[in-house]
């Protein structure tokens, strides 16, 4: 079961990965999911919803045609609604290859030498991490030797304002 970790009510919409393996789901009005059948061994869960923080559970144990439950409280993201305006950051080129550039409009509240962009993959490693420049646009780079594949952007200023970027390597 998928939930706001603020008030325990179950939450629609989210999604549900099995990493390494093609399984997933969307959880229902009831905050379930059922993942399907995947081999047995060890993985990595991962739950995700728009407005929230994702997150993994390691070293989750399944076996074929034993059903396991992994139960998610996922954290709301301070200030969603106004972070979600995509006009108080743009990132780019999407998809990347050997950089990222992140601009904030003068307008944006994350356009402050406090503000921290982290990137990491979907396991929730930190990659890289660094301050943006008070110039409103910071460079990612030395980022080539990455795998291709989904990453995040974590982007947060210093009155706790945040926002999450999915960005793709190829």
Not at 1 to 20: E, H, R
Not at 117 to 131: A, M, T, V
Not at 144 to 154: D, I, N, R, V
Not at 163 to 169: E, L, M, S, T
Request: hydrophobic share 40%.
């Amino acid at each position: 079961m998928v939930t706001d970790a603020t008030t325990g009510s179950p939450l629609v919409d989210a999604k549900v990965f099995v990493l390494n393996s093609p399984n997933a789901d969307t959880t229902g009005a009831d905050g379930l999911y059922k993942t399907g059948a995947a081999a047995t061994g060890s993985y990595t869960l991962r739950a995700e919803r728009t407005g929230y923080q994702p997150q993994v559970i390691t070293n989750v144990t399944l076996q074929s045609g034993v059903v396991t439950t992994r139960n998610f409280a996922l954290s709301p993201l301070v200030g969603t609604e106004d972070a979600e305006n995509e006009s108080f950051v743009r990132v780019s080129p999407t998809p990347f290859e050997d950089f990222l550039s992140v601009e904030f409009p003068a307008v944006s509240p994350f356009k402050t030498e406090e503000t921290t962009l982290r990137l990491s993959d979907f396991s929730g490693k930190r990659i890289l991490e660094k301050k943006a420049d008070a110039s409103g646009i910071t460079v990612l780079d030395g980022l080539k030797k990455l795998q291709a594949g989904t990453y995040l952007l974590q982007i947060a200023n210093e009155k706790g304002l945040s926002k999450v970027v999915r960005v793709v390597k190829l």
